[in-house]
């Protein structure tokens, strides 16, 4: 868990050595997590929070790269008539590399790749909650999403990421996709004067 900071933080420092606008940000808000079986098992969406960092780095006036690192509580429940509810909680260190197109208005159209940390995995039945070794330690997705920057520095975002791996690690089981969509609200460290 050490190293994936000390990389996220380093990977952070030289793009802003770098790169001659860069605005730092954090965010934070809701998610609503689905995991979807190839073997058709059903699960309800499950609820979570996410919160963590951005670099808003600008490549031209309309075009700009947005890395991000944050905490995401992922997962899905089900209620079974004889134990109850159970509830998979997923927590991941997400590292999304997302590709903005922004507009005059304040309005930005984004996608790209994301990396996943599983930082622990938990089954919780009722209030009874245990480790489960059953998911691959990373898992890899495609967010694609909207934002609204405020002239204030404050703004809001929505994005859907699609899961591309299996983070079942269980090869004998069905292949599970973690798909999450997101609702966030962010302030970006920058010129308030101007939208991007």
């Known amino acids: 868990m050490k190293k994936i900071i000390i990389l996220a933080a380093t990977f952070f420092l030289l793009i802003s050595a770098k790169a001659q606008q860069v605005h730092f940000g954090i965010k934070g808000g809701l998610n609503a997590s689905e995991l979807h079986f190839s073997n058709h098992a059903?699960?309800?969406?499950?609820?979570?929070?996410?919160?963590g960092f951005l670099a808003h780095i600008h490549a031209s006036q309309t075009w700009a790269i947005q890395p991000e690192i944050f905490y995401s509580l992922e997962g899905a429940?089900?209620?079974?008539?004889s134990s109850g509810t159970t509830t998979i909680?997923?927590?991941?260190l997400n590292v999304p590399v997302l590709l903005q197109?922004?507009?005059?208005?304040?309005?930005?159209?984004?996608?790209?790749?994301?990396?996943g940390f599983l930082i622990s995995a938990k089954t919780k039945v009722n209030n009874t909650s245990t480790d489960n070794k059953g998911?691959?330690?990373t898992g890899f997705s495609i967010p694609l999403g909207i934002?609204?920057?405020t002239t204030s520095g404050f703004g809001f975002d929505a994005r859907y990421s699609f899961g591309?791996?299996?983070?079942?690690?269980d090869a004998n089981g069905p292949?599970?996709?973690s798909n999450v969509f997101q609702f966030g609200i962010f302030y970006q460290f920058s010129d308030t004067k101007k939208h991007h």
């Open 42 to 51: 059903k699960w309800d969406t499950k609820i979570g929070l996410h919160a």
């Open 89 to 92: 909680n997923l927590n991941y």
């Open 164 to 169: 591309l791996s299996n983070i079942n690690d």
């Open 101 to 115: 197109y922004m507009f005059d208005n304040g309005f930005r159209v984004e996608g790209g790749p994301q990396i």
């Open 135 to 137: 998911f691959k330690s």
């Open 175 to 177: 292949s599970i996709q």
């Open 77 to 81: 429940k089900t209620k079974m008539i």
């Open 147 to 149: 934002g609204y920057l």
